[in-house]
Every structure is written in structure tokens, then in C-alpha cells.
């Protein structure tokens, strides 16, 4: 396959263009190219509206971490800009992170505080000062923490656990968008669902959520848009709607194997 | 945002293990230095009075002017229970007397040197050793600890400006390291009250300034960390360079300084200044000898031509005038020869001056060496000490002698160190001077004056100090800063 069919493909799928205004979530031509010269992420655009779920598929070393980061502005971009709710990320950071939750792919919090303890703290940090005691209950609650964790040091967590308090924290800062960055690598089938049945209900409450996954049946089950990701580049783009679960994956296949064919 | 981080780091900082270890070793460690150097200066009060009632008692049971000779003593200061400097190593006494020369004698550390192999750790050692490193403990993974685990991330997933982040971890890990330290202050400073030891409104205000030297100094360890920590991605190295920078700066950098101030100005040795004036005042002895008997010969050429009852005459006559010539002479000799010893000491000062500037120069290129001259300066048992005692003693010799010379020339009148020589079949030879009997009333005998070691005197020397560890902890917290807005928090 050659590389003009790839990005007719893009086109073909594509969501409308990007317009800066509604967008809550949206990728400029973002490109990155790291200090060692590797390029990362070549060009993607990209825009995720409020109650939309937007998930970035792709292998490892596909660039969706690399998305994410610049997202939140931990690394700058080389070209092109990511914004959130028209703000440009590495232009005005503070105010652009106000308006996102970020649940990386291992949640990691301070072992010697207890889940209620993270929990005030980095919902604090988010500008969230009113919540009480019983409002972390709830919501750790409502992520499946069981209560008699709660007053639990981090120390002994497992990973699922983790990641219950790292959505938690998510849920508490009420951003309208959330960053999730291979949310459910590593946890259990039972977990891994209870994770996408909650990601729904934020997506209902009006969310933009833009999460990356290598998960390719995941995303199917609650992407509203579907970005393949290979080399940095977004080889398709797809609305739920256009294409049923066996084409995806044929898909899938497809752009990888054929995005690979023409690098070798 | 400030509050609720630096809240969380408190609260980070006292639920892990180290917090526990830490307060507990600094609460045994300084509660113990300070009972111990209490109870070490209260022996040192102790037989600094028996020693000086000693001396006095001594003194009042003299029967001759002629032999009477003292001791001074170095007085005990209750800040050498915070700051135990030198005062340890340099002697306690001197004798005074017109034979020897000044010189500090019979130190603690001589006397029972068992002491000296365990030297006593007081609260400067403390902060210097114990305290520095502490600091780098809270600190080394201050930055990259939390990297390591994850937790940065997620903090700077919100709106939280560095800026404020690095205060708080900075005022986060003083206040850390600073509660634990007050608790046993406080119950060293009430030992002191306890103990009743007479701390002055001058002792109170040099103990606050140590303290807040004290805390100057971990400060700097403090940045310190939280710069490499800054600089580095893994907890491990940023350790590993920590205790490297530790080792060299405490331990390494205030000695290096002045050896090296050793080999770039040597100072004669005590040996060798010995043998230097032992050599001239053989010679000027040997001189005098020579002119001695050349008189002798003139004197005698002069009788050459008399007879022997003319010679027995005129001798009589010249005898008493020959002998004060002697006399005169001989003394010339003794003030050449002190004045020669003077010269040799000034000179001997004046190097070892100039060497312990530039030793200490070089060594105060570390924050361990600044801090602890300081400490010296403030609490006044820094190595001066000696001098200025010596300074005292001697000047108080001075005055000792002419007030027993004077008494002697009021009482024994006559020829100055006129005694008799008795033999006893019962007591043996007796040598007695001016006075034959009784005791000699020396109730107006001066009294040596220590020298006054006041605040501000102290104050003084140890700015430049304060200064530098100013400078230093400025430095390294700038440093820090600037590293840590460049720190990638992935
Ligand atoms: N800090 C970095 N420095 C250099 N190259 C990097 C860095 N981070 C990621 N990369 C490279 O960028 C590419 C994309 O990585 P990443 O975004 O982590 O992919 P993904 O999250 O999809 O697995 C990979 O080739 C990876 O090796
Ligand atoms: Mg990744």
C-alpha cells in the first residue's frame, strides 16, 4: 500500500476539520521530535467535543503517550499546538490545566497517606477546597473502592486499586476533560469493565475524554471517534457509527501491516 | 496552593519512617550533649575554684616575698557547654612567676586524655555532623523521589506553578527537620535553668545566635539536597552524589584547608623556638662572661700598683659599686634575653597567624567550616582564646612582680634579693629571705582578670561567617530553583 491510500483513508474517515471554537479537546498539526531525534509525533490533528469519547489506538511506541504529555504540557511541542478548550497548552499551561483531570497508566500516589488522604490532597490541588470526608467516600464508592479501604495506607494498594483512586481523583476535579493514558493495562477483565461502564457515565455528564489504549475491542465498545495511531501519525480516524466491530479490526490490521510494509 | 503543598509535605514528612528515626536520634543526642557539657562544666567550676583557693591558700602561707609566686587559671564559661571549641585542648593554668614564661598548661584533654579518644560531642558537632546530614536525608529525593513515584506527574497535571511547588518543598522540609530539633532545644535550655548555671543576658543572646546559626547552616544542607535532587532523575544518585558532596565538604574541605595553609606557610615549631632562644642566650650569657671578666681584669689592673692594705681598702670602698655595676649588667642581659624571647613569640604569633587566615580562608570555601568558626567566635572558645589568656597572664605577671618587688623594697629594704643562709642542726639548711618569720600579708596581691569575652565581641569576627553561609544557602537555593524549572516531570 502506498502512502497516498493512507491518507485518503484519513480523509475518507475524518471528522469534520478543526474548528477552534467548540472543541473542547483539539491537536494542531502537533508534532514532536525528541532531543535524541526520534520523531514522535508527525503532524496529528485531532478534536474531541464535550460528551465525546475520543480513543487513540495504536502499538507501543505509537506516540499516544507522547499526545497525552503534550497535552499537559510536560514536553513542548516542535510544531503545531494542542489546546484545551481553545487555550493553547504550552502558551498559557496553568490556565489550560485547569480544565483537565489526567489518570496516567499507572496511578501512582503517596504511599503513606491513606486513598481519603490522596484524595483530599490532589483535590485540593485541583481547585476543588469544598468537598468533605463523606463526598471522597462517595466517590470512591462510586469507582468500586471498597469502604473498608479507604482509611488504607496506598502502601499495600494493588494496581486496580490504584487505579480506582487514580479515576477518583479524576472525577473530583470536575474538569470538562479527562486525559487517560492506557487506563486499563493491567486490570482484571471485571475491573477493566467496571472502568468503561464509568467512563460512560462521565462521557454522559458531558466530558470531553480523550484515553489511549492499545485495546482495540475496548475501544470499539465506548469510542465515539477512533484514531489509529502508527509512527506518530494518525493512519485512520473513524466515527463509531461508520463501521461495525469486524471491520475495525480488519482495519486495524490492515493500516498496521500496511503502514509497516512501507516503512521496511 | 502554597498552604496545601507545603501542608502535604509535612504531613509527608512525619508519617514516614525517617521523621521518627530522625527525632529520636536529635532528641537523645542534643538532651545528652547538653546534660553532659552541663555536668562537665560544673566539674570545671568546681576545681577551677578548689585550684584558685588552692592557689590563694598558697599564697597567704608564704613567708618571704622573695619566693612568692602564683598561678592563673582559666575560668569556665557556660558556653562551652554548647560550643566546646578548643577550650578542651588548651591548658587550664599558667604559673606566674619572674622565672618561666607564660604558658597554658595541664588541658583537659592532657590531664585525662581517655576523654580526648572519645571527644565530647557538643551541640555544634551535632549540627554540624548529625543535623547536615539528616538535612540530606529529607531532601536527596525530594524532587526525583517523587518522580520515581509518579506522584509529580500527577500534581503538575494541575495548574501548579513550580514556583510555588519548590518553596514548599523547601519550607516543607525545613519545618520537617526544624520541630524536631526545637522540642529537645527547648529541654536543653531548661536543663540550664534547671542546673542554675549563670547564664548572663550576654550568654542568652550568643546561645540564640548559635541557634540560628545553627539553623543557617542545615539550611544550606537543605538546599543543598533539594538542588541535586533538582539536577538528578533517580533517587539513588542523587544519594550517592549527596554523600559525596557531604563527606568532602564536612569532612574533607575544613582540614584540606589548613594543611594546606601548613605547606604554603610553615611556622616553626615549638622545638625549634625553644632552641632558637636557648642558642642566643647562651651566647649573650657567654658574652656577658667575657665583658665580666674583662672588668675583672681592669678592676684588678687598677690594684696593681698598691699594697695589700691600700688594695683591701679600696676594694671596700668599690666593692659595693662593682657588684651594682654587676648587678646592672646582669639584668641588662635577663631583659635582652626576655626581650629576645618576646620578639621570637611575636614573631612566632604573627606567623601562626598568618597561617591559621589562610587556612582558615581555604577551609571556609565550606559551609561545615564557616558554621563552626562562628560557633567558635560566638560562644568565645575559638582559638584565640590562648593568646588572649597569655596576653592576660602575662600582663598580670607584670603587675604581679612589681607589686612583690615594690613589697619587697618596703619591707626587706636593703640590697634587692638579699637572703641568709641558715644551718640547723634541727631543720636542716634554711634559706630565708626579707622577712624571718610569719606569714606575709598579701591581701592587696592583684588579682588576675580573665579576659571578657562580651556578645558583640563575638558577634563581630563571626559576621563574615554568617555571611558566607548566607551566601551559600542563597546560592544553592537559587540553584535549585532555576534547575527545578527546567526539571522534566515525567
Ligand atoms: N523522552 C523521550 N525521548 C526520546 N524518545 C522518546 C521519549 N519518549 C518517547 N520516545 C519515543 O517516541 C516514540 C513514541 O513514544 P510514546 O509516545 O511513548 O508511545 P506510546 O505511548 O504510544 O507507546 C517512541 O518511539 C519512543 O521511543
Ligand atoms: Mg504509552
Not at chain 1, 503534550?70 to 516542535?78: G, K, Q, R, V, Y
Not at chain 1, 471522597?136 to 469502604?147: H, K, M, S, W
Not at chain 2, 588548651?90 to 595541664?106: D, P
Request: glycine content about 6%; proline content about 3%.
Amino acid at each position: 500500500m502506498e502512502t497516498t491510500s493512507t491518507n485518503e483513508a484519513v480523509t475518507n474517515h475524518a471528522v469534520n476539520s478543526p474548528s477552534q471554537s467548540r472543541a473542547m479537546l483539539a491537536a494542531d498539526n502537533l508534532t514532536k521530535r525528541y532531543e535524541d531525534g526520534v520523531l514522535a509525533l508527525d503532524h496529528v490533528t485531532f478534536e474531541v467535543n464535550q460528551g465525546h469519547i475520543y480513543a487513540m489506538l495504536g502499538g507501543n511506541g505509537a506516540g499516544k503517550t507522547t499526545t497525552i504529555n503534550l497535552f499537559l504540557n510536560f514536553i513542548e511541542p516542535t510544531e503545531g499546538e494542542a489546546r484545551i478548550n481553545g487555550i493553547v497548552t504550552h502558551k498559557e499551561p496553568l490556565r489550560a490545566k485547569e480544565k483537565i483531570a489526567f489518570v496516567s497508566e499507572n496511578v501512582m500516589l503517596y504511599p503513606n497517606f491513606t486513598a481519603l488522604q490522596n484524595l483530599d490532597f490532589f483535590a485540593r490541588l485541583g481547585g476543588q477546597t469544598g468537598y468533605s470526608k463523606d463526598d471522597y467516600r462517595e466517590v470512591l464508592l462510586r469507582v468500586g473502592l471498597q469502604e473498608e479501604a479507604h482509611n488504607k495506607r496506598l502502601k499495600g494498594f494493588s494496581k486496580g486499586m490504584r487505579q480506582k483512586c487514580g479515576i477518583a481523583i479524576a472525577i473530583l476535579k470536575d474538569a470538562p476533560a479527562i486525559l487517560l493514558d492506557e487506563p486499563t493495562s493491567g486490570l482484571d477483565p471485571k475491573a477493566g469493565f467496571e472502568f468503561i461502564r464509568l467512563l460512560e457515565s462521565l462521557r454522559d455528564e458531558g466530558k470531553a475524554i480523550l484515553m489511549s489504549t492499545h485495546d482495540i475491542f475496548r475501544a470499539r465498545d465506548i469510542a465515539d471517534t477512533i484514531g489509529i495511531m502508527n509512527q506518530g501519525r494518525i493512519v485512520m480516524q473513524s466515527q463509531k457509527s461508520d463501521i461495525a466491530g469486524e471491520d475495525l479490526e480488519k482495519l486495524y490490521m490492515k493500516y498496521m501491516a500496511g503502514y509497516m510494509e512501507q516503512v521496511n | 496552593m502554597l498552604k496545601i503543598l507545603i501542608e502535604k509535605e509535612l504531613k509527608a514528612i512525619i508519617l514516614s519512617p525517617k521523621f521518627s528515626a530522625t527525632f529520636s536520634v536529635c532528641a537523645i543526642l542534643i538532651v545528652l550533649s547538653v546534660f553532659i557539657g552541663l555536668r562537665d562544666y560544673q566539674a570545671a567550676v568546681a576545681q577551677y575554684e578548689t585550684a584558685t583557693t588552692l592557689s590563694n591558700q598558697e599564697m597567704r602561707e608564704q613567708t618571704s616575698w622573695m619566693s612568692l609566686n602564683t598561678r592563673a587559671y582559666r575560668e569556665p564559661d557556660p558556653m562551652q557547654i554548647f560550643v566546646a571549641g578548643v577550650q578542651n585542648d588548651v591548658g587550664r593554668l599558667s604559673s606566674i612567676n619572674a622565672f618561666s614564661q607564660i604558658k597554658l598548661e595541664n588541658s583537659n584533654y592532657s590531664d585525662e586524655p581517655i576523654f580526648a579518644v572519645f571527644r565530647f560531642i557538643d551541640l555544634t558537632f551535632i549540627v554540624q555532623i548529625v543535623l547536615s546530614l539528616f538535612a540530606i536525608l529529607f531532601t536527596y529525593d525530594a524532587i526525583n523521589g517523587e518522580r520515581e513515584g509518579g506522584t509529580l506527574q500527577l500534581t503538575f497535571a494541575n495548574a501548579v506553578p513550580r514556583v510555588q511547588y519548590i518553596l514548599a518543598k523547601f519550607i516543607g522540609s525545613w519545618l520537617g527537620l526544624v520541630l524536631p530539633l526545637l522540642i529537645p532545644l527547648l529541654i536543653g535550655l531548661l536543663l540550664l535553668l534547671l542546673f542554675r548555671v549563670p547564664m548572663t543576658g550576654d550568654h542568652w543572646a550568643k546561645l540564640f545566635t548559635l541557634i540560628g546559626a545553627s539553623f543557617l547552616y542545615f539550611t544550606f544542607f537543605i538546599a543543598l539536597g533539594l538542588l541535586v535532587s533538582a539536577l538528578t532523575k533517580r533517587s539513588t544518585t542523587s544519594f550517592m552524589f549527596l554523600l559525596v558532596a557531604w563527606v568532602t565538604l564536612v569532612l574533607i574541605v575544613p582540614r584540606a584547608g589548613v594543611m594546606l595553609a601548613g605547606q604554603i606557610t610553615p611556622v616553626p615549631t615549638v622545638a625549634e623556638i625553644d632552641g632558637q632562644r636557648e642558642g642566643y642566650a647562651k651566647e649573650r650569657w657567654k658574652q656577658h662572661m667575657d665583658a665580666l671578666t674583662e672588668r675583672w681584669e681592669e678592676r684588678n689592673a687598677g690594684l696593681q700598683n698598691l699594697t695589700a692594705e691600700e688594695r683591701e681598702a679600696f676594694r671596700d670602698d668599690h666593692s659595693w659599686d662593682w657588684m651594682k655595676e654587676d648587678e646592672e649588667e646582669r639584668k641588662l642581659v635577663q631583659r635582652d634575653i626576655s626581650e629576645y624571647d618576646r620578639k621570637l613569640n611575636e614573631d612566632l604569633r604573627n606567623r601562626k597567624a598568618t597561617q591559621e587566615r589562610l587556612g582558615f580562608l581555604l577551609s571556609r570555601f565550606s559551609p561545615a567550616s564557616s558554621y563552626q568558626l562562628a560557633a567558635m567566635h560566638l560562644a568565645g572558645t575559638d582559638i584565640s582564646i590562648k593568646p588572649e589568656y597569655e596576653d592576660a597572664m602575662r600582663d598580670y605577671r607584670d603587675k604581679f612582680i612589681s607589686y612583690r618587688e615594690q613589697k619587697q623594697k618596703e619591707e626587706g629594704g636593703g640590697m634587692a634579693g638579699g637572703f641568709r643562709i641558715e644551718f640547723n642542726s634541727d631543720t636542716g639548711m634554711k634559706i630565708s629571705g626579707d622577712r624571718d618569720s610569719g606569714a606575709i600579708d598579701v591581701t592587696d596581691v592583684p588579682v588576675f582578670e580573665a579576659p571578657q569575652y562580651r556578645f558583640a565581641a563575638g558577634l563581630l569576627p563571626a559576621m563574615p561567617d554568617f555571611g558566607l553561609l548566607t551566601l551559600y544557602t542563597l546560592l544553592a537555593f537559587a540553584a535549585g530553583f532555576v534547575a527545578f524549572l527546567r526539571y522534566d516531570v515525567r
